[in-house]
């Protein structure tokens, strides 16, 4: 597939990593002015499968009594050792709670969860430690608490947030072992994802390092709940699921992305419609840091493939506003395409990105330099546009919610597995960037979410 673009010279001020020597000797030489052809690398086709539908990442608990996943039987070898490590992905609906993410029972046995806004371990009835830092509704936070056996260091998205000192309990506790509540109660009222449970006291390294992988051996791991509900995966087991818990799209893990086809056409508005249009799409959280007060971003995505529309959409809603003082014009939000799913290094001129501005102005596209930079292109005007963006109604208080549509020629024959992410840029300041799924880069292709091919061949 080839197109014909014409280098503005105006470049994206986003930069990933530089490494010398490694510029793409097609793309060193770009002049302003210079129309240049972007050849879109066809591979032979791949199977697809039509219809796919994304994968239920989490388990959402609606807070009431009957919210809990249970093992009624008290699981073998559950209470092992007095040193361990409970972590989670954790989206709370609610900050101001006592709610749990896992029980062995609080009166008897180890229990994690928050009070209030703090996390909160407790091993046996003797005492309780909580966290020196506190984790806000409304956010998609990585949890932990690392227990020797006299003091639990706690982890909010991989940094220290405090220790305490506590007394453990006796060992060998025969208690079902719940998640997201407790025998007391304390039941959560959000999405729980990737729960695991280890033998011994992890370290931040080792944390940090697992964090947005899918966990299923390794020394000392006890339990994975994969979704955050009822299936274990290191046994395996089946819990039994309560009234208000089902299991849902929006979450973290496993990162790779499957977009379903759209059962509507999609209205180029601006308007998220999710119980129609993007009724079933593929949902990518975009998370904001922990020191503000903004609830994280959702992203859908959709696909058609009728023959006066074989597009990818993508809609973004809830993006969080610039602070006061900053243009809206001076940040956007783009959907980059690795569109030969060459997982590059360093962005190349097959890496596509689209961008809409806060401030509603027309959209832009870059084309990356081959050094994991972009540079500012249009493409030349045909009889159909191959993208655009169109910005829903915005207020003093909230930025314009934003569509995207992707003409599927700009991804060749799109049977491959390509890659993509999508990011909000320069929202508080410059270079001040939220990129999902994490752990991404924005100039580096290598690091972006697989895109399973769903277009039939």
């Known amino acids: 597939m080839l197109f014909y673009v014409k280098v503005l010279g105006v470049s994206n001020p986003q930069q990933g990593p530089q490494h010398p020597g490694a510029a793409d000797a097609a793309g060193a030489d770009l002049v302003s002015g210079q129309f240049v052809s972007i050849a879109l690398l066809e591979r032979a086709p791949q199977p697809t499968q039509p219809g796919a ?6 388990t959402f608990y609606d807070g009431t009594p009957q919210a809990v996943v249970e093992w009624p039987s008290d699981p073998p070898g559950m209470d092992a050792t007095l040193a361990m490590t409970i972590e989670a992905w954790v989206y709370r609906e609610d ?6 993410i896992l029980s062995h029972d609080a009166a008897k046995s180890y229990w994690f969860g928050f009070n209030q806004g703090f996390l ?10 909580k966290s020196s830092r506190e984790v806000r509704a409304g956010r998609w936070t990585h949890v932990a608490a690392a227990y020797d056996g006299s003091r639990v260091q706690f982890f909010i998205d991989g940094d220290d947030a405090g220790s305490a000192s506590i007394k453990s309990g006796q060992l060998g506790q025969a208690s079902p072992l719940r998640l997201g509540g407790d025998p007391a109660g304390f039941n959560f009222h959000g999405y ?14 080792q944390i940090r390092a697992e964090m947005f992988n899918e966990v299923r051996t390794g020394a000392g791991l006890a339990l994975v709940f994969p979704a955050g509900g009822a299936r274990e995966e290191t046994h395996p087991w089946l819990g039994t699921a309560g009234n208000g818990v089902r299991p849902a799209i929006w979450g973290i893990l496993p990162r790779f992305l499957v977009v379903p086809k759209a059962t509507v056409p999609v209205a180029m508005d601006g308007k998220v419609a999710t119980d129609t249009e993007y009724l079933g799409a593929e949902q990518v959280p975009i998370r904001y840091g922990l020191g503000d007060t903004a609830r994280d971003a959702m992203a859908l995505l959709v696909y058609r493939d009728q023959p006066d529309d074989q597009n990818l959409y993508v809609a973004v809603r809830g993006l969080r506003d610039v602070p006061s003082g900053r243009s809206r014009g001076d940040s956007w939000f783009a959907v980059s395409i690795d569109a030969n799913g060459a997982r590059d290094l360093l962005a190349q001129r097959t890496d596509l990105q689209f961008g809409g501005f806060l401030g509603a102005q027309p959209g832009q596209m870059w084309v990356g330099d081959g050094e994991g930079g972009y540079t500012q292109w249009t493409i030349l005007p045909g009889p159909t546009k191959p993208w655009e963006v169109a910005y829903g109604p915005s207020t003093a208080a909230a930025p314009p919610d934003m569509e995207f549509r992707i003409a599927r020629d700009l991804f060749g024959q799109w049977t491959e597995t390509d890659g993509l992410m999508l990011g909000h840029f320069w929202v508080s300041a410059v270079r001040d960037d939220y990129l999902a799924p994490p752990p991404a880069k924005a100039g580096s292709p290598a690091t972006w979410a697989p895109l399973r091919p769903f277009w039939a061949s």
């Open 95 to 100: 900050a101001a709670r006592l709610e749990t």
């Open 192 to 205: 729980l994802d990737e729960v695991r449970v280890w033998w011994g006291a992890r370290t931040q390294a």
């Open 120 to 129: 909160q371990f407790q091993r046996g009835p003797a005492g309780a430690g």
């Open 53 to 58: 539908r994304p994968p239920e990442r989490s």
